[in-house]
């Protein structure tokens, strides 16, 4: 199968998400991880896994169900998210509003040496957050997608999830902080004051 | 016993745990559990979520903990392996844990298909960084399930409670 994929993750990511304060997130362990590290640089508002792979999901809904007041976002890649996509049936039963999942999807396991995924042999993975019961969705493959991206990522009214294709490069160089601990403890003392 | 025919631990449990500020349920279905879901789900000031796969359970528990809430996870001793490596999310993140577990291939079990995760569920556990008390009587159970709160949420101590076979009876076929 043929990955046509045009987008640069290292610009439609942040075209996407627009100002990370109005965010907490949740991401995967790989390169989204790096994406979001960079856009915050590394801020308390962000709690990046870095093992435990198939969790974001499951870690965004507990968030967003312990704080309505703020607009959690998980971000992830299309390998983490295959791993768990059982997550997506129950965020759906649950449809927290203040829940957006941001699929950074490039058909590839870019850390382990560039495999294909499922997603880069056929499987679409917004047709099964739909499946699963997600009442909004979209894919973004081009520039011309990305307005209505952010504006569901955005959106107040159910869960939602936006798988954003994109080309198998790198995603930014960002040193982030690798304690699990310091950064839970990071964000739990964030969250006692905003 | 109470008005419906079941133990009332297990009511008991469960106003423990609200008395205790615990706001999120996740759950698998699960005969041992069965008031505590059902009281969840009709307890508009929680959240019962119904996991597809107990893993998840480890996930939703960090980030509510993220949050500033408190959940616990009831889930059965078959389900205790699916956890393993996301327990290391708990170990190393130092995230608060509490896991009720409905015991099958335990004391008195007929089926042979339940003793490969039921006599597993304490060495995984364990391994993984996490406590087990068991439960073997209906009249020391609300106490050892405040004890795991409390080692849970002020000790900083993973822990799992075992409903055995003694406490819940074998199941009959």
């Known amino acids: 199968m043929n990955i046509d994929y045009v987008l640069d993750r290292r610009v439609v990511v942040p075209a996407l998400i627009g100002d990370p304060q109005d965010f907490l997130f949740v991401t995967g362990l790989g390169g989204t991880s790096r994406d979001i590290s960079h856009l915050t640089q590394d801020g308390p508002n962000l709690y990046a896994l870095g093992g435990a792979m198939g969790a974001s999901l499951s870690m965004g809904l507990g968030l967003a169900l312990a704080r309505p007041d703020r607009k959690v976002m998980v971000v992830t890649g299309d390998g983490e998210l295959l791993m768990g996509v059982g997550t997506l049936a129950t965020i759906a039963v649950m449809n927290p509003s203040n829940l957006s999942i941001l699929c950074v999807d490039n058909g590839h ?25 997600i009442r909004q969705t979209a894919i973004v493959a081009e520039q011309g997608d990305v307005a209505a991206g952010a504006a569901l990522l955005r959106d107040d009214t159910t869960a939602s999830m936006v798988v954003v294709r994109v080309k198998p490069t790198e995603p930014p160089v960002f040193k982030r902080n690798m304690d699990a601990t310091a950064t839970h403890l990071r964000m739990r003392a964030y969250l006692a004051s905003h | 016993m109470n008005s419906t025919g079941q133990p009332a631990w297990q009511d008991e449990v469960y ?16 005969a041992g559990h069965k008031i505590l879901i059902n009281r969840a789900i009709a307890d508009k000031e929680v959240h019962a979520v119904s996991l597809t796969t107990e893993e998840e359970g ?43 577990v409905s015991m099958r291939g335990d004391f008195g079990e007929g089926n042979p298909w339940q003793y490969p995760a039921g006599q597993s569920v304490e060495p995984i556990l364990n391994i993984m960084g996490v406590t087990t008390i068991r439960a073997d009587r209906s009249d020391e159970v609300v106490d050892i399930v405040s004890a795991a709160i409390t080692q849970a949420y002020k000790g900083n101590c993973p822990t799992a409670v075992l409903l055995t076979q003694r406490l819940l009876g074998a199941k009959s076929f």
């Open chain 2, 58 to 100: 480890i996930g939703l528990l960090a980030g509510a903990a993220l949050g500033g809430a408190r959940g616990v996870m009831l889930i059965q001793s078959s389900g205790v392996g699916n956890c393993a490596n996301l327990l290391s999310l708990v170990s190393l993140g130092r995230f608060p844990l509490l896991v009720l």
């Open chain 1, 109 to 133: 396991y870019l850390e382990t040496g560039g495999q294909i995924t499922h997603t880069g042999r056929g499987t679409n993975l917004e047709v099964i957050a739909r499946g699963c019961g």
């Open chain 2, 15 to 30: 106003d423990l745990l609200r008395a205790n500020g615990f706001t999120q349920f996740a759950y698998v279905p699960d």
